[in-house]
């Protein structure tokens, strides 16, 4: 859907967390990468989506209730209140389109399933009640591959970045790599070797696991798309 | 003073200002270049400077109340609330030294002078009550080494990163190179251009000009070392 443009999660929070949630994402930027924050009282993304409404224009919303997921819509209508703050977050998706390009197979896309994601032993740097640990997203990548995928990637901080780590699942707290705690399991091929990327899941499950009285994002799979070009947010 | 070491800007706010401040910093980064919150009743920098006291680790503080310089002081304690939340912000120097290592000279260090700041007329993202436009240093580059000082600074987003502006002042709203609203003017050599980076003076304009009851800053040229290295902060 709309290659190229920026698509973002979406986690929308009561005014009384946004300090300690922005706080969170300010301070664990791969795997939180900020791209807008929307204040109480507002529902334009003015940055990365001048003229569209949040509680409308994402396909699909999850709303949940001290943890619990409460309603599944298409309109945040009836669920929205004026002290809700939205935060538009960086995902995945621009910087697969980066690796793609740079001729490298993404093994989830081949197969046509969700991308393996596992939480790791990596911590995150706490913020008020915010805290858990870092979830990642793993790709195969070939051997002789590996430099041009850190390359590509480390252009883009504000979708992720760089990988966080290169190899050995077990170091990073991983038992079993076809395990996924998320997403579905994907084959190695001779060569290739397990390459983890910080994950957006980190700050849905960091906020969720935190039971807000009132938390919604966008449904898995179906992004707010931005009007924003993947390529505007490369540092370099 | 210890080069290679990050230096940080410091900017002390109430709490109930530091979502708003967070956000202007946010939708700001280049000017703005976060390094870390400490949050309200804490007053140790973990990641940047673990076993510091932001309270009196500074050299020197400047205390302001509604917008008036009340105080200057070495140490924090009369004045330290709890409800204070302090952030550390990227300084130029970080980058100077890559600029330098590039080969580059930085002609208002050869003339012992600061670095001659303007007003722009680029304006700021505003955020609650923060609000102002963007104020930047100027660097006279030569012709050839242009290229350099982008690829250079670009590996620096946190701070201040790439210019914003290469070549005609009046662009961006300055009139008279030899007259900036901060810093001292310095002189160019044939084949020289105007390279123009975002300036961490325009967040504490900014915050100035809201006047909040109470702030807290580093005195210029008093900044806060911290542990770091500036080359920790380089994204590739």
Known sequence: MAPGR????????????????LLFCQRNPRPCPLLEVVE??????RDFAPGADLRSDAPLYRVYEHGELTAEVTDLGEFWRDDL???????????ETA????????????????????????P????GVFSGP?????RPIAQEQIVRAVQVTSRFPAVHGAPVHIGDPTAI????????DFGEPVEFKDGEVPVFWACGVTPQAVAMSAKPPLMITHAPGHMFITDKMDEDLAVI
């Open 40 to 45: 109480s009282g507002e529902v334009e993304p």
């Open 6 to 21: 920026v698509q973002a999660n979406l986690a929308i929070l009561p005014r009384d967390l946004a300090f300690d949630f």
């Open 124 to 127: 995150t740097s706490s913020a």
């Open 99 to 122: 690796l793609i390009k740079a001729g490298m197979e993404m093994r989830h896309m081949t197969c046509d399933t969700t991308v393996p994601m596992f939480i790791t032993n990596i």
């Open 134 to 138: 870092m979830v990642v997203s793993m």
């Open 173 to 180: 707290g991983i038992s079993d790599i076809y395990a996924p």
């Open 85 to 95: 703050v939205s935060f538009l977050l960086g995902c995945s998706f621009s910087f």
